[in-house]
């Protein structure tokens, strides 16, 4: 199943969304190291030397595909812990939507989560403060709650993790005639994280 172009609104021009679009496909059939940049060009319907218009390297591309996915989920992640409502529907929400993107976009999810050893060093910094911006909103949430008693949880950075693990690799498994649909998924790992935190 090809992942829709508009994964990357904010993308200019739309060839260079064509060109992250073909890279996670083929990131996702041979994985980073196997495709080559005629690969990724080919697939995008342009000539090798056309990638090289819009990114100077493949390992570019990666990064642009990571960094994307990654400022969605802090996005994701900020929007849901910060809406009005108590703790607990909070985290329900959050863990809802996180789960149900990974089962929905679970191709690039897949790259954007499991493709993290390929990235530059300097690339891979920019991510894991992504990633530690959207562990750390996790954690403020949980501790929010524990402190209104909400939850019973007893280590706060570990439930943060574990939440965190549980909703990103969906994308691992996740295909398109899984069971159930991805809102039901969503649905159902809520419940999961609620009993998880010793909800109240």
């Known amino acids: 199943m090809t992942e829709p172009v508009d994964l990357w609104p904010d ?16 990131f996702a ?47 994701m992640v900020t929007a849901a812990a910060g809406a009005p409502g108590d703790p607990l529907s909070r985290m329900r929400a959050l863990v809802a939507g996180f789960t149900t993107w990974h089962a929905t976009r679970h191709r690039v999810a897949r790259i954007v989560q499991y493709e993290l050893h390929a990235l530059r060093p300097a690339d891979f910094e920019v991510v894991a403060d992504l990633r530690r911006r959207t562990e750390r909103t996790v954690r403020d949430l949980i501790a929010e709650g524990v402190a209104a008693s909400a939850f019973t949880v007893a280590d706060t950075p570990t439930a943060a993790r574990a939440i965190l ?13 899984s069971k159930p649909d991805p809102a039901e998924l969503g649905a159902r790992y809520a419940d999961l994280v609620s009993a998880m935190l010793g909800a109240r």
Do not use: N, Q
């Open 29 to 75: 059939e041979r994985g980073f190291h196997a495709t080559t940049t005629r690969d990724i060009a080919t697939a995008a319907g342009m000539s090798p030397a056309a990638l090289y218009v819009h990114f100077p390297s493949k390992a570019a591309v990666l990064f642009a595909i990571s960094r994307s996915g990654h400022e969605r989920a802090l996005h």
């Open 165 to 177: 693990s549980l909703c990103v690799d969906v994308a691992r498994w996740y295909t398109p005639e």
């Open 11 to 26: 993308v200019r021009p739309d060839a260079a969304k064509r060109l992250m679009a073909a890279a996670v496909e083929a």
